[in-house]
């Protein structure tokens, strides 16, 4: 792997550069679980608003529909970044 500072070849392993003494940040295992179980589940809450707000402009209630539909979206286009 290379160093984010110097860009010098180190090991995968290693807490910081040996060239320019940088700290290597390690992510944690459990926070990251953690951020693609809530990006699922803001990918799963997001297609269901989605859903619903297409059903709910084929209902005629343009208003409300458009709102949910961009709402679902925009929790969709969330979770995607998050996982």
Avoid at 9 to 15: G, L, R
Avoid at 72 to 82: A, E, P, Y
């Amino acid at each position: 792997m290379k160093c984010p500072r110097c860009g010098k070849i180190i090991t995968a392993a290693a807490a910081a550069c040996r060239h320019c003494g940088v700290r290597i940040a390690k992510p944690c295992e459990r926070i990251t679980r953690r951020m693609t179980a809530n990006g699922r589940i803001a990918m799963a809450c997001g297609g269901l608003l989605a859903f619903l707000g297409v059903v709910t402009l084929m209902a005629q209630a343009y208003p409300v529909g458009m709102l949910l539909a961009v709402i679902g979206i925009t929790f969709c286009v969330i979770g995607r970044m998050m996982s």
